[in-house]
């Protein structure tokens, strides 16, 4: 049987490889570059986490690899001009005001980290070859062959043509099926470009939090992201709708006039790269996300502006759920509906974190107009107040319940019939817990 073949080896292909691999099917992953290479998106989300534990087994290597800690996000947005936090541990919020660093630190409070992407996806690259995926660097797909539908094999750069049973795109912004199938989706009222840096010995927000959070606040010329990613590091960028390149004059002019904490940080060259740096930041959706045989995940599938820190939880999350619903195929012989699923799922975290986005956009509204919006959107399954059901939905906790929650069901019925269950009888348990 031809394998299945992923295009690209960033966390949602690292992902879904080592989830197949792990669990006895046969990957071969093509990845353009090699690791560790650069890449933007450094914020993280403990659901995330969580999720990259869970399946890769990774957890205690990126604790150790000195990445800033993340226990949540300063802003100054909304109607009020002073800073205001979201932080992931409900008990945290209670007591940050009157704890010291080093007691924040000591904590086992809930957080994530910031990281150095090209060390991380490295972290998650390696564990996936470790799983047993068959891990090609240097290697371009070039092209996707298809007949009726059905993906028979890719075309890599130097010709090389690989059979594939099925594939799954985790090109990135690449789009290599989306942009093969003409069904890449731009959301035009969220075109924005990227400028950004890094920088040494920048500041930190006031008290424990210090280093330890994400900062974001508007500008005139869109909003600042201030991440810090080790003791030395910060990634700073502006989102802006401004399309043109921005000198590096202009960057620094635009960070000294904001409120984010620069004081005495020097602009560098970082891993190779210039002082100042630009990217395409436009949210965009392809509106075709699987088909027979292959299925779109990460930003191959879609993006959203980034100012909810979504980007690489939505690619682990993406890539985790395209691997059980094809496990759930394989198993069933039957792709259509796992595949189903697993696209209905995709296109509703999309919708929803839009929805949140074009809200935080408009930015003349109060700061408690963020907190039931998300409560809104989460309904009966909402924490107990709206503050909580925000940090419940933005941290991608509720999607990430959603998918362990499959996962553990596919795993028991698994298991249920290698025991020679009933599989009527284990179709009804499995509704019958679903429905409580």
């Known amino acids: 049987m031809d394998p299945v073949v992923i295009v690209g080896g960033g966390p949602a292909g690292a992902m879904c490889g080592g989830i197949l691999a792990k669990h006895g099917v046969d990957v071969v992953l093509l990845e353009k ?14 659901a995330g986490i969580d999720l990259l534990e869970e399946h890769l087994g990774v957890g205690d290597a990126i604790a150790a690899a000195g990445y800033a800690h993340k226990f949540g996000a300063v802003y100054v947005w909304g109607e009020a001009r002073e800073p205001w936090s979201i932080l992931f541990d409900e008990r945290l919020e209670a007591c940050v005001d009157t704890i010291t660093e080093e007691e924040l630190l000591a ?33 371009e797909a070039r092209s996707v062959q298809l007949v009726d539908g059905r993906v028979q094999s890719v075309t890599t750069g130097d010709g090389t ?5 099925f594939l799954i795109d985790a090109s990135g912004q690449r789009c290599l099926m989306g942009r093969t199938l003409g069904v890449v989706e731009t959301i035009e009222d ?6 950004y840096g890094y920088f040494r010995n920048a500041g930190g927000v006031p008290g424990a939090l210090n280093r330890h959070v994400q900062f974001v606040a508007t500008v005139p010329e869109g909003w600042i992201w201030f991440i810090p990613i080790s003791a030395e590091l910060t990634s700073i960028g502006l989102v802006t709708r401004t399309a043109r390149k921005h000198s590096e ?10 409120p984010i904490p620069l ?6 060259e970082h891993e190779g790269q210039s002082r100042v740096l630009h990217a395409k930041d436009w949210s965009y959706v392809c509106t075709q996300l699987v088909g027979e045989n292959f299925a779109l995940v990460g930003d191959a599938a879609c993006f959203v ?19 059980v619903a094809l496990l759930q195929a394989i198993d069933g012989g039957d792709a259509r509906t796992p595949l189903a699923e697993y696209s209905a799922q995709l296109g509703r975290e999309f919708r929803s974190y839009l929805r949140m986005c074009r809200y935080w956009y408009g930015n003349n509204r109060a700061v408690d107009g963020f907190f039931w919006e998300a409560h809104e959107q989460l309904g009966a399954a909402s924490p107990s107040t709206p503050l909580r059901a925000f940090v419940y939905l933005t941290s991608g906790r509720y999607a990430a319940d959603r998918h362990l929650q499959v996962f553990m069901e596919w795993q028991e019925k698994k298991m249920f019939e290698a025991l020679g269950v009933d599989p009527d009888q284990l179709g009804q348990v499995l509704a019958d817990r679903r429905n409580q």
């Open 190 to 195: 969220l075109r924005s470009v990227g400028v």
């Open 263 to 268: 004081e005495g940080g020097e602009l560098i």
């Open 305 to 323: 502006d980034p100012i909810l820190s979504g980007g690489v939880d939505q690619a682990v999350r993406s890539g985790a759920n395209a691997a």
């Open 107 to 139: 904590s086992d409070f809930e957080k994530a980290w910031q990281v150095n992407r090209s060390s991380f996806d490295k972290i998650l690259f390696d564990a996936a070859v470790r799983l047993g995926v068959d891990a090609r660097t240097d290697t």
């Open 161 to 165: 043509v690989i059979p594939c049973s």
């Open 249 to 258: 004059e202009e960057f620094l002019d635009i960070l000294r006039r904001s």
């Open 33 to 46: 570059a090699r690791h560790p290479r650069p890449h933007l998106g450094e914020s993280l989300q403990p």
